[in-house]
Nanobody, 114 residues
């Protein structure tokens, strides 16, 4: 069993930055892929960024060059540095872990507004 807890959400102004953190407890293995997804009202949950156990990263086109995903060497924490935020980034952001099994955090709200 894996438990994921997100933190770092909140209110940011357009052009501003936020850093999300996800702490994992339980059976997180070195090859577990972790990632961030988001869901805005009325929109299907979508992938934002993922990072494999080997450190390979993949980003959605709409965040390339603005967001950076990283994880610590113990594979217990994953981060999402979000820069140049715009109102379209407003959503609930979820941490995800895959392999073995799939797990989700409870989500953290990010609101970008002036």
């Amino acid at each position: 069993q894996v438990h994921l807890v997100e933190s770092g959400g909140g209110l940011a102004q357009p052009g501003g930055s936020l850093r999300l953190s996800c702490e994992a407890s339980g059976r997180i293995l070195s090859f577990t892929t972790m990632g961030w997804y988001r869901q805005a009202p009325g929109i299907q949950r979508e992938s934002v960024a993922v990072i494999t156990g080997g450190g390979i990263t993949r980003y959605a086109d709409f965040v390339k060059g603005r967001f950076t995903i990283s994880r610590d060497k113990a594979h217990r924490r994953v981060y999402l540095q979000m820069n140049s935020l715009n109102p379209e980034d407003t959503a609930v952001y979820y941490c995800n872990a895959r392999g073995p099994g799939e797990y989700w955090g409870q989500g953290t709200q990010v609101t970008v507004s002036s």
